[in-house]
């Protein structure tokens, strides 16, 4: 039996390559030519640890290869990207080309899982584009147990940086449309799985994956609040929590330069969208988050100011560094991240250089060319004298607190204060 997974980004490559290694015959399919390129050479286009070695098997091993278009298979799964519109709505237009490019080459008896985050009601909406085109076939909104094509969906919640561990070892939410379908896809899963599969209904696993994140960005909301307020207190909110934390039945989050990457930022959204009335704490957790670079530029406005009264230096002449631009800690990945944003907006108001240290990548990235000096570690501690610290990787725990104690700081994540 042959399975194919539409979209080989973060979430498909790894999957495609957990079918491969336990020798299914797999067909990964992507638009872009280039990703499907360095697969077929048995490389990978994307960072993500031990994720090169396996493709490298699979792909010598015979099992997985790649294409820009659909063949057929027996399984079927659509791990394509849900980015948010202009409005905060869900975009939809790659699930709908995922569905419409696959429905001519379904056959009865296939399973199709969508693993995309996505609105309550995709599945439903997903099943009727195939319908559509496919009015030769029964589906599970029409034909319930007894329908041609089985449908599901099955939410991803691998952590980027672990996820061929998390892939493996995490249990899993299948929403079938009906229990034949989720029977079918935890028989898919189990082909690799070492976690447990749950099983719902189609709407409650969309739910579901929503909910996961939300439940981070309302509590690092929280944390990201406290900083607030205890900046205004003369409160160390690392030590706050430290001690709020020693209470058996308080577990609070870390608060940082906000919230990135793809997911935390953007899911929450979906249910905002859907239910503007209900959602007042999701919606104001996402607003909490998004504003906390905006506050972090105006503390390191007022370290600047600090440290010009103190220096009697001329602002052209002040230097000040960014350490960390990544969206959290020792990854490399630079999407949505509010490290960068940050950078990127001091660069611009800072009439002096601004130096910006990221162990994690070889070069600055394009954004900020011209903008910002790439530097070492080293050369900033000692030439900046306004350092800024946005993301704790672990080069920067390192630095023991004596030589970054001269300085005026701004720092996002209690390494150095
Ligand atoms: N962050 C904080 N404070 C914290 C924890 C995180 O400020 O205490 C920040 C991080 O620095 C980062 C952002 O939140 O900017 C998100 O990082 P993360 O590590 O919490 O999550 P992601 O985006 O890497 O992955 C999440 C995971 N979801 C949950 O933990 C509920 C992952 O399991 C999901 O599969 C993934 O989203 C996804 O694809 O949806």
């Avoid at 569905?99 to 985050?117: D, N, R």
């Avoid at 229990?179 to 898919?188: G, V």
């Avoid at 307020?229 to 039945?249: F, K, M, S, T, Y």
Wanted: proline fraction near 6%; charged fraction near 20%.
């Amino acid at each position: 039996s042959t399975i194919s997974v539409i979209g080989l980004g973060y979430i498909g490559l790894p999957t495609a390559v957990a079918f491969a290694s336990r020798h299914k015959q797999v067909v990964g399919v992507d638009i872009n030519q280039h990703a499907v390129d360095t697969i077929n050479r048995g490389e990978i286009h994307i960072v993500e640890p031990e994720l090169d070695k396996a493709v490298k098997a699979a792909v010598t091993g015979g099992y997985l290869t790649a294409s820009t278009t659909p063949v057929e298979a027996d399984a079927w799964l659509i791990a394509v990207p849900t980015p948010f519109k202009g409005n905060h709505e869900p975009d939809m237009v790659y699930v709908e080309a995922a569905a419409k490019s696959i429905a001519p080459v379904l056959k009865k008896g296939a399973l199709v899982i969508l693993e995309s985050t996505s609105p309550v009601g995709a599945t439903e909406q997903m099943a009727q584009w195939l319908a559509e085109i496919r009015p030769d076939l029964t589906f599970p909104q029409q034909a319930g147990e007894q329908a041609d094509v089985n449908i599901a969906y099955c939410p991803e919640r691998v952590l980027p940086g672990q996820v061929m561990v998390e892939l493996i070892k995490n249990d899993r939410v299948i929403g079938g449309m009906t229990p034949a379908c989720s029977a079918r896809a935890s028989e898919l899963y189990n082909i690799f799985l070492e976690g447990e599969c749950v099983i719902t209904n189609a709407r409650t696993a969309e739910m579901c994956k929503l909910t996961e994140n939300s439940f981070r960005d309302v509590n690092i909301a929280f944390a990201n609040e406290l900083s607030l307020i205890c900046a205004d207190q003369g409160i160390n909110v690392w030590e706050l929590i430290r001690l709020a934390n020693r209470h058996p039945r308080v577990n609070i989050l870390q608060p940082g330069p906000g919230v990135g990457g793809h997911c935390i930022a953007v899911d929450p959204w979906f249910i905002v969208a859907q239910n503007p009335e209900q959602a007042q704490l999701i919606r104001t957790a996402r607003e909490v988050n998004d504003h906390k670079p905006h506050w972090v530029i105006n503390q390191v406005k007022s370290a600047v100011a600090d440290s010009l009264t103190a220096s009697g230096k001329r602002a052209s002449e002040l230097t000040i560094a960014c350490f960390g631009l990544s969206f959290k800690p020792n990854i490399d990945d630079l999407r949505e991240s509010p490290a960068m944003e940050i950078a990127e907006q001091i660069a611009r108001w800072h009439s002096g250089t601004t130096q910006v240290v990221e162990p994690n990548v070889h070069r600055l990235p394009a954004k900020l060319e011209g903008l910002c000096a790439f530097v070492s570690l080293e050369e900033a501690l000692r030439s900046a004298d306004v350092l800024v610290m946005l993301v704790d990787h672990k080069e920067f725990k390192a630095v023991s607190g004596s030589r970054v104690e001269q300085a005026f700081i701004v720092d996002t994540k209690g390494v150095w204060r």
